[in-house]
């Protein structure tokens, strides 16, 4: 065994080290790179062992020396300069099930995660390493590694690791329950709150602070409020809005008070007291909330947790959730929604909700956690009890495990002297007012345990109102002869939902413990699609000798008999659940159950398992002879990681003690173990049972082999059975800590209390839910696979294939034709690459799949997801699922094959309307709003064209439509105020002045080379001084003439400048592009680096003369247009024109710099819009697309010189002549309302616009009546080139700029990645931010109530405006004619919002069909930081919520039409902007105020003040106008009168 010396060394400090691990080849002849080396101490051989991968050798490393990276060196304890054995190891012998990585303050969307796992596969890794991947510019860091069970410290990734990926930075929506438990105390004598509030949130928020997590946190506070009524006539008017009524005709209000908006905190501990403060009011709050003077209303309670709203909560956050798309953010990532309930997990719920939330929960990928501080119940949680419409007797109670909540327990570390006993149940109150009749008592929270214990048969003494022998001869007596019915006939009745009756009969293997509860009522829905409605339970309960229960299914006739027997209940029903043993309930595998499964790590025995749910006793070993019921001999065929349960492991000898959380063995091997003990004919059933299962299971079903046998109801991984033994202790060391962990600390927590059957008989072990704080600290994200695939027959019967073919080449070929910008098209895989991309961003998993079948002796094959790196044919499948649809993307040489699989039967589209009174912050009461929740209907998202859109590369063709949720960020450009500091030192915020002329010019400039850079333009500032050689190689660069020669960069749309390609000669030329060597990756050798963006002087930044252009010449006042003409085309003093590039023309220029030129030479009163105007008309110039018909309009708008040499040096490049396609690459836009500064304009009094005869249009949409207020064009977003996929999106953008006015830019992308977006934006906003700067805002910033796609707990701040101050009670504006008063309450209101420093937002007009929509303009600050808007209030009309086709389920008592958003008053709706981040939003704190106010809020409540008149200010205001109107009316009459002077 060679040793080697140890030296360290730091990265970055000597180029020839900068790898982890550095080497000299001659010690190592047979090493190559890539390969993984051991490295660890020779004197301790079960240490630590170090994996590094060989990146390079080095020779200037010593002989027998090797050089590790000191951070490595020292997080791996080892010393420099000692001995170590270095060994090089078969990667597969240290590959990695699993792989934890976490990232922070970046957005990292699915496709990005897909291509992260690309990239890592085959490289090795260590704890807590760095991970730069810079192609996509995410960087990471490696958190936990597991292989074969247990914890590593280093490994390496191979094709079959699952990564996971967690966000430090996510949104994070915490709920908390405030149901009357939250005033009871806990057996520490603690309020519940207090153990919520003071235990578990300080907790959790010291764990972000250790983590340095930066989530974006909202805090809801939530209660039910019930009614003691009988009718809605007890109920005074105001308060029927938003009273519901449920189930039981009980009338209830709910509530939600926002505590936390969208809040980023170093310190969270703040946050405490304002929960203390809030819990002290909230229930007086509330109760009391519509008590009014001399006004009876019913008595008000507060729900307890059973009973409260927290389905409606999980939908509340998942309207917001579903938005993510909307306002894309790009510093976090992940979405989390938290329920903290005093209860104990369980909740009584509505079916239909049920359904409708777990849908969108598990295909919005969003993870929900429910800690409950309440003490674990005996029975399995969370527990969803559905409503139970049916009041008679018989009808049983039916319960849901939802394997879609993530459950955490928190207890407090308190220790009581006197006793470690814990108590599992609250007891009933036994009183007289309680009668135990049908199971629905008058006292609420009892109500659960009542029906636990009706449902816990071995334990519960006869109830006498009700004979359970009576029931089971009447459900068991053989069936008149009338409704027999044949084993076909019910498999094809059944076939919606269950592929087969063999399949499932054998699912449920515990035959024998069943209880008459489990036999549902004859009415029973079959509603959750996991539970499979098969008759297994009932054959079950009719054969209770198991032996022949196998024969008696292979003969038709015995099947027949048992079948015929149970008819009336096969075909309503289905096994219902017993939360005292929901191990009875088989459950049907679906995709839903694994689309989380592959975050969950491999225990020891190779289960999967959740690290919050410790083990506390270990399970005794098998006692000899001890018969064991079926269930748990059965062990399970795995590969991977399936949603069967977690069995035990038979194969024990005595010595050893197995986990109970997990553990398989293959049937083969363990039916063959001598330490079965049990009777031959158990055996022989099992063997028998094989075989007949081989048949019906179908042999492609990718990671679920033919013997498994069932997967469990409960838990979320669905591989971990329930037992009763489980218990709430808290700081246990987890089940995978070490090898020996049964040993030394656990034995103390033997005497935990626990039922004796659990240890003795069973040989379980307890298994203890703690806090799963991973979860809650670095939420993980959607994994991106999956490993459920229907088998066979469940595709053919259960599913509709359709499928297309798309064949890019042939695409692109038609397309580059027409197309007048050439950009290279995708290769036919990066297509498929980028369709598989968009999927998984859409929320699909990869599927993956077993490639070869298990063997006997391991438990795990190799299982693959699809490779993503090419083999040498181009044959490549992939799987993807989402819910229960399922896509097949094939790519057979040039050729791409979608199939898609959805469901024949899908299910029916539920929309509930729900209503509530949220209160937000700053707000000053509960207001009313209504949502919808509604499943999406997955099926119907409109792949087809996106797959095109991808083809195509974003053809205009193909636009992006709503429906297809592609991500948006949107953006206002603002003026740069320094008046925004003065606030600080004024006590009021109302001294923003008019507009001044100065300003404006320099935020026009800035404007304009904002938008250059958006266009990726340069400048030919060709100065003789600046003329260097490298402006001579860039010109040359663009130069046609390089076209005909295939240089490999040429033709590339992502090279920094857009390369030029003449269109008239695409033709002939497209040969020489297409034979070109394919480069590797797609990328692009820079062969000019000097050309680089800022590279050349030439386009440095401007001259410091006034406009840029050297001033050399003044026109004389009869200067000629040729004169001017002739001036203005010089290479050196003209007008300056823009570097050649591919579809302008050359000398191309805007039309603003001309008019500024011209402007500085024209001395005489000529006009330089007509000047330039009448140069078009003598055809000088023309619109850069080639239209002559485009009139010169002043702006950004290019025009290009029509008469230049066509011969000149190659250099000439004529237009496009295609006027859409010119529109679709370039923005262009117009400016309007700064003519002052291209011409003198005599300067008018301003006279306020609300008191003018005829007052001035809104904004320039209202001049002009067919401009389109918003225009799109095409945008290459990876300007740096570092992606290695084809990125590229749109930009949408306002029209016209307007000084004074918001300038809106939203870009949109598919098919392109976070961090490259981000990158892209980043720079746009440094470029823009001399005099203006560039601000997101949300894409509904007023979120009204409501309206569809408005953030819930999101909404309006409504401030009235006091219009009675005039004095005598006069009206306003009463001088004025009555039409038009509306409209200047409208101006006088835009006035008053401009003093504040409010900016006026141009947008699209919404189109209601024959309805007359009153008018609304919305306004931003000039800081980004609040919106505004403004409503006529005279027409009183009424907003419907919005009416859908789905069935409506609705609750509410009142009316579906709701006019409660409609301001009657006169005033102002008042949003803040939660899209600037608030640490941003907190360092604008006012120093010098009492409190160190937030400007926004100083803000707000001088607002408030202002609209209400205090102080008079408002009156002083109007006082003001009017005389300013006075003074102009003065100014006028003079001017005439001296007009008329002069005319006689």
């Known amino acids: 065994m060679k040793l080697y010396k140890l030296n360290t060394h730091t990265r970055g400090c000597n180029k020839s080290y900068d790898a982890d691990l550095v080497m000299n080849l001659k010690d190592h002849p047979n090493a190559n790179v890539g390969d993984v080396v051991e490295i660890y101490a020779p004197d301790e051989e079960n240490g630590t062992h170090l994996l590094l991968q060989i990146t390079e050798f080095n020779g200037s490393c010593g002989r027998d020396v090797i050089s590790i990276e000191s951070g490595i060196a020292i997080a791996f304890k080892m010393r420099s300069y000692s001995n170590v054995v270095m060994r090089i190891v078969n990667p597969a012998d240290v590959a990695l099930d699993s792989i934890e990585i976490t990232f922070k303050d970046q957005y990292m969307g699915r496709s990005e995660m897909w291509r992260l796992k690309t990239y890592l596969t085959d490289t090795c890794v260590y704890v807590n390493k760095k991970i730069d991947y810079n192609d996509m510019q995410i960087r990471c860091q490696v958190y936990e590694m597991w292989s074969q069970g247990e914890r590593v410290a280093s490994g390496v990734i191979t094709e079959d690791t699952k990564i996971v990926f967690r966000s430090s930075t996510s949104m994070v929506y915490l709920f908390l329950q405030m149901s009357s438990e939250m005033w009871d105390f806990d057996i520490h004598g603690d309020l519940y709150f207090e153990k919520a509030v003071n235990g578990f949130l ?207 327990f928190y207890s407090t570390n308190k220790k009581i002297a006197y006793s470690s006993f814990i108590p599992r149940i609250k007891l009933p109150l036994f009183g007289s007012q309680l009668t135990l009749h049908d199971g629905v008592g008058e006292g609420e929270g009892e109500e659960n345990e009542r029906h636990f214990l009706s449902c816990n048969q071995s334990e519960y003494k006869h109830n006498s109102l009700f004979d359970y022998d009576a029931y089971d001869e009447q459900i068991f007596q053989p069936l008149p002869a009338q409704s027999t019915c044949s084993l076909q006939r019910v498999v094809r009745a059944k076939k919606t939902s269950v592929p087969s009756l063999e399949t499932y009969a054998y699912r449920n293997n515990d035959w024998e413990n069943l209880t008459p509860t489990q036999i549902p009522a004859m009415r029973r829905k079959m509603s959750d699609p996991d539970i499979h409605h098969g008759t297994s339970a009932m054959l079950a309960a009719l054969q209770p000798d198991t032996t022949n229960l196998s024969e008696s299914l292979a003969s038709e006739k015995n099947s027949r008999r048992a079948i015929v027997s149970i008819a009336p209940i096969v075909r309503p029903g289905r096994a219902l659940i017993n939360p005292f043993d929901p191990s009875q309930v088989t459950i049907k595998l679906t995709s839903n159950r694994r689309r989380w499964t592959h975050i969950f790590p491999k225990g020891p025995t190779g289960v999967l398992i959740q690290q919050h749910h410790y083990q506390a006793v270990p399970a005794k070993p098998n006692q000899p002879g001890q018969q064991r019921p079926l269930q748990q001999i059965q062990s399970i065929c795995q590969s991977g990681s399936n949603n069967n349960n977690d069995q035990e492991d038979y194969g024990c000898d005595s010595g050893e003690q197995y986990d109970r959380v997990s553990s398989h063995t293959l049937i083969s091997k363990s039916a ?39 997967s469990y109801l409960w838990g979320a991984t669905g591989e971990q059975e329930w037992t009763p033994a489980i218990t709430t202790v808290k700081h246990l060391r987890p089940i995978v800590e070490g090898e020996h962990h049964h040993l030394g600390g656990l034995e103390a927590l033997r005497a935990v209390d626990s039922p004796p059957d659990a240890e003795a008989g069973s040989g379980r072990g307890k298994i203890i839910i703690g806090v799963d704080w991973k979860s809650l600290t670095i939420p993980a994200c959607l994994p991106i696979t999956t490993d459920y695939f229907p088998d066979k027959r469940s595709l053919n019967n259960d599913y509709v294939i359709s499928d297309y073919t798309l064949l890019p080449d042939d695409v692109n070929h038609d397309y580059a034709q027409s197309r007048a910008v050439y950009r290279k098209p995708l290769s036919t895989e990066e297509v498929c690459k980028e369709i598989v991309s968009q999927r998984l961003a859409q929320g699909f998993q990869l599927i993956v799949v077993d490639e070869k079948p298990p063997t006997a002796g391991g438990c795990s094959s190799a299982s693959a997801v699809l490779p993503v790196k090419p083999p040498c044919e181009t044959n490549k499948e992939y799987l993807l699922s989402i819910g229960r649809i399922f896509h097949k993307i094939s790519l057979s040489g040039s050729v791409i094959t979608v199939t898609g699989y959805r469901p024949r039967h899908p299910y029916p589209p539920i929309n509930v309307d729900y209503r509530y009174r949220f209160h937000a912050p700053q707000h000053e009461t509960y207001e009313i709003s209504g949502v919808n929740f509604t499943t999406e209907k997955l099926e119907n998202f409109n792949w087809n064209h996106m797959d095109l859109y991808i083809c195509t590369r974003g053809d205009v063709d193909y636009p992006l439509m709503e429906s297809l949720k592609y991500w948006r960020y949107r953006m206002y450009l603002l003026p740069r105020e320094n008046i925004v500091s003065k606030i600080a030192s004024c006590q009021r915020c109302d001294i923003f002045p008019d507009v001044t002329a100065d300003n404006t010019r320099e935020q026009v400039e800035d404007f304009v080379r904002l938008i250059e850079a958006v266009s990726k333009l340069k400048r030919q500032y060709a100065r003789k001084a600046r003329d260097s050689p490298i402006a001579h190689i860039t010109k040359r660069r663009h130069s046609t003439s390089i076209i005909s020669r295939p240089q490999p960069n040429q033709g590339l749309t992502n090279s920094p400048f857009r390369e030029r390609v003449g269109s008239n000669r695409l033709p002939e030329k497209r040969p020489s592009i297409n034979v070109r060597p394919k480069l590797e990756n797609g990328r692009i050798p820079r062969i000019f680096p000097a050309t680089d963006a800022a590279a050349a002087p030439g386009i440095a930044a401007r001259d410091d003369q006034d406009d840029g252009f050297p001033v050399d010449i003044k026109f004389s006042p009869n200067a000629t247009l040729p004169e001017i003409f002739e001036a203005m085309k010089h290479p050196v003093n003209g007008v300056g024109f823009f570097s050649q590039t591919q579809s302008l023309p050359s000398c191309t220029f805007v039309s603003y710099d001309a008019l500024m030129w011209l402007k500085t030479r024209l001395n005489n009163g000529r006009h330089p819009l007509d000047l330039l105007e009448a140069m078009r008309k003598e055809r000088m110039i023309c619109h850069a697309s080639g239209d002559w018909k485009k009139p010169v309009v002043p702006g950004f708008v290019f025009y290009y010189v029509v008469q230049q040499d066509k011969n000149a040096k190659g250099d000439y490049a004529p237009p496009l002549d295609d006027y859409s396609a010119f529109v679709n690459e370039w923005l262009e836009i117009e400016f309007q309302g700064c003519s002052f500064l291209w011409h003198d304009e005599p300067v008018t009094t301003p006279v306020p616009n609300f008191l003018r005869d005829s007052p001035a249009p809104q904004s320039w949409t209202e001049t002009s009546s067919n401009k389109r207020v918003y225009r799109q064009s095409h945008l290459e977003i990876d300007v740096n080139q570092k992606s290695d996929r084809m990125e590229w999106g749109h930009v949408k953008h306002h029209t016209v700029l307007q000084p004074r006015f918001a300038f809106e830019i939203v870009v949109e992308w598919v098919t392109s990645s976070g961090p490259i977006v981000a990158d892209l934006i980043g720079g746009w906003m440094r470029k823009a931010n001399q005099f203006n700067f560039l601000v997101s805002v949300p894409a509904d910033p007023m979120a009204e109530p409501f309206t569809k796609k408005s953030d819930p707990l999101r909404g309006p701040i409504f401030i009235p405006l006091c219009t009675t101050f005039l004095p005598n009670g006069a009206t306003l504006f009463d001088e004025f004619p009555e039409e038009s008063r509306a409209d200047r309450m409208l101006f006088l209101q835009e006035a008053i919002l401009g003093k504040f420093g409010f900016l006026p937002c141009v947008l699209e007009k919404k189109y209601s069909v024959g309805k007359d929509l009153p008018k609304e303009y919305q306004y931003v600050h000039c800081t980004g930081n609040m919106f505004a808007l403004i409503r006529c209030a005279t027409n009183n009309y009424q907003v419907e919520s919005p009416i859908l086709k789905e069935a409506n389920v609705t609750r509410c008592v009142y009316g579906h039409t709701n006019n409660t958003n409609v301001p009657k008053k006169v005033g102002f709706l008042w949003a803040w902007n939660h899209m600037i981040p608030n640490k941003k939003w907190k360092a604008q704190t006012i120093n010098n105020s009492a409190d160190g106010e937030l400007f926004q809020l100083k803000m707000l409540k001088d607002f408030r003040e202002f609209c209400s008149n205090s102080d008079q200010r408002l009156s002083t205001f109007w006082t003001q106008s009017q005389e300013l109107k006075r003074r102009a009316q003065k100014f006028e009459n003079n001017n005439n009168n001296t007009e008329e002077v002069k005319l006689k």
């Not at 928020?205 to 009718?231: D, G, P």
């Not at 022989?684 to 013997?707: E, G, H, I, Y």
């Open 672 to 710: 063959s173990s001598q330490s079965f003990v049990m009777g031959d004919e158990k055996i022989d059933f099992f063997k028998r049972r094989q075989n007949s299962l081989m048949n019906p299971l179908p042999a492609n079903v990718p990671n679920l082999t033919a013997t498994q046998a069932k």
């Open 202 to 408: 300080t907790e959790l928020f010291q764990k972000w602070r250790k983590l340095s997590c930066n989530h974006e946190v909202t805090i809801v506070l939530f209660s039910r409020t019930f009614y003691a009524a009988k009718s809605l006539d007890e109920f005074p008017e105001h308060m029927r809005d938003c009273l519901q009524q449920d189930y039981k005709g009980r009338f209830y209000e709910d509530f939600y008070r926002v505590a936390i908006q969208n809040e980023r905190c170093d310190d969270w501990c703040t946050v405490l007291g304002q929960l203390r403060k809030l819990f002290t009011s909230y229930q007086a709050t509330v109760l009391r909330y519509h008590e009014r003077e001399n006004m009876e209303i019913p008595p008000a309670t507060n729900s307890s947790a059973t009973q409260g709203n927290f389905l409606e909560v999980l939908n509340i956050s998942l309207n917001t959730f579903e938005k993510h798309y909307l306002d894309r953010t790009f510093d976090r990532t992940g979405q989390l929604s938290v329920v903290i309930t005093p209860g104990v997990g369980v909740f009584s719920v509505d079916r239909e909700l049920t359904n409708i939330t777990k849908q969108r929960i598990i295909d919005n990928g969003v993870g929900s956690d429910l800690v409950c501080v309440g003490e674990q119940p005996l029975h399995a949680v969370p527990l969803l009890k559905f409503h139970n419409k049916d009041t008679t007797l018989t009808s049983a109670d039916d319960y849901s495990l939802p394997h879609w909540i993530n459950l955490s």
